[in-house]
């Protein structure tokens, strides 16, 4: 795949998220995609588990953000990274997170590879719910 349809598969994934079209979500990824959340060093990992987040969690977890900002964006060939400033209603305030979201290429299947996050553990937290002790210890290269 080249850059422009890496950026393209990156904006159709948050442009499904945005309107819950999580059936559109998962048409951008590749068939063992796998969610790894750093500095956590914890993954999401396999179809079955990230098609369980998206239809049982993430329909929990959009209507807590209350506001988003994309604060840049890089796409070459490998992935796309995205920096974001999100806000999200939890039980005791609106909080404020910096998230930076590399979504890198599945060439062979020329879908998504799955998503690393780069954030606060309290983000991670939020999104994951009641799913916070599904992630996978990721192994040390």
């Known amino acids: 795949m080249d850059a422009s349809t890496v950026q393209r598969l990156c904006h159709a994934h948050a442009a499904d ?4 079209d999580i059936e559109g979500v998962l048409q951008t990824l590749g068939p063992d995609p796998r969610f790894e959340s750093f500095p956590l ?7 079955p588990t990230i098609e369980r987040f998206y239809r049982e ?6 209507p807590q953000v209350v506001g988003y900002r ?3 964006e890089w796409v070459n060939d490998d992935a ?3 920096e974001y400033a999100i806000d ?12 930076m979201s590399m979504m890198p290429a599945d060439h ?5 590879a799955g998503e ?18 599904d992630p996978q210890p990721m192994p040390e290269s």
């Not at 969690?57 to 959009?62: D, L, N």
């Not at 062979?108 to 998504?112: I, S, T």
């Not at 690393?116 to 002790?133: H, I, N, Q, S």
Request: proline share 3%; hydrophobic share 45%.
């Open 17 to 20: 998220e945005a309107r819950f």
């Open 57 to 62: 969690q993430y329909p929990r977890f959009a």
């Open 116 to 133: 690393r996050l780069y954030c606060d553990d309290g983000f991670v937290r939020v999104l994951l719910g009641p799913l916070w002790d």
């Open 70 to 72: 994309v604060l840049g």
């Open 41 to 47: 060093g914890r993954a999401l990992v396999g179809w």
């Open 108 to 112: 062979r299947n020329e879908r998504l």
């Open 88 to 99: 999200v209603r939890t039980e005791r305030a609106v909080v404020g997170y910096r998230v």
């Open 80 to 82: 796309a990274l995205r």
